[in-house]
């Protein structure tokens, strides 16, 4: 149940990001829900390995290069699916910002098993928060 909510999430973000800037094209709800797929399996799998390749550069730019990897597996997937597609370099850097951005605010609220989850604080009588 969660990879599903995480799935469509990411079809949410690239929805949004398709909205935003113009260089990213969406032709409908399947060709964002099948491009988060394939982002996901190109996240998972290719990812890491340029990660690793690129640590240098990562290191040297505190971390900031991952938004241009980032935007190579966009561009990746674009190629793959058809009814979506990324025009340009900076159009692939700003909707992996935009994608990043708001999947990560949209699953901080999902748990493991997929449901809404928040954390209820209580003020104690010393004046504490537990």
Request: aromatic content about 14%; charged content about 10%; overall charge neutral.
């Amino acid at each position: 149940m969660g990879l599903l909510v995480r799935w469509l999430i990411l079809t949410a973000a690239i929805t949004v990001a398709a909205y935003l800037i113009q260089g990213i094209e969406v032709s409908g709800f399947f060709s964002a829900f099948f491009a988060a797929a394939i982002l996901g399996v190109l996240n998972v799998f290719f990812k890491p390995i340029l990660l690793i390749l690129t640590l240098p550069i990562n290191v040297l730019t505190l971390g900031l290069f991952t938004f241009i990897i980032n935007a190579v597996i966009l561009k990746m997937a674009s190629g793959v699916i058809s009814g979506f597609e990324v025009h340009g370099f900076w159009s692939a850097v700003w909707g992996a910002l935009i994608i990043s951005a708001v999947n990560w605010v949209l699953t901080s609220f999902i748990n493991e098993q997929g449901r809404v989850e928040y954390v209820d604080l209580k003020k104690r009588d010393n004046g504490r928060w537990e």
